[in-house]
């Protein structure tokens, strides 16, 4: 089994900054893809940035880019979010997920095959 497990949430004000961890333990297999997800109360679930395990090639969603960087540390099997110049409408549920195979489609749920349980990260104006 794999299990993707984030930490880093919770509150900060309007301009702040978070990070955000996202550790694998179980399998111990190379992931291909790892990425972020978030999902606000009454909007579906959106993407936020991925990393390619082996080349590090990432993407991001046009509402974080220039906001948010994503990264990985390959020998701690983590991918991070660091999340600068908040707005409230970062407000969500973030979640990491690990995808093992390739896929074109980095930016579709549906690539992803492990799915964190999501922490809270609330941005008050």
């Known amino acids: 089994q794999v299990q993707l497990v984030e930490s880093g949430g919770g509150l900060v004000q309007a301009g702040g900054s978070l990070r955000l961890s996202c550790g694998a333990s179980?399998?111990?297999?190379?992931?291909?893809?790892m990425g972020w997800f978030r999902q606000a109360p009454g909007k579906e679930r959106e993407f936020v940035a991925y990393?390619?395990?082996?080349?590090?090639?990432?993407g991001y969603a046009d509402s974080v880019k220039g906001r948010f960087t994503v990264s990985r540390d390959i020998a701690k099997n983590t991918v991070y979010l660091q999340m600068s110049s908040l707005k409230p409408e970062d407000t969500a549920v973030y979640y990491c997920a690990l995808a093992r195979y390739s896929s074109g489609t980095y930016s579709y749920s549906g690539h992803y095959d492990y799915w964190g349980q999501g922490i809270q990260v609330t941005v008050s104006s």
């Open positions: 179980g399998r111990t297999f190379t992931p291909y893809t």
């Open positions: 990393v390619t395990w082996n080349s590090g090639a990432i």
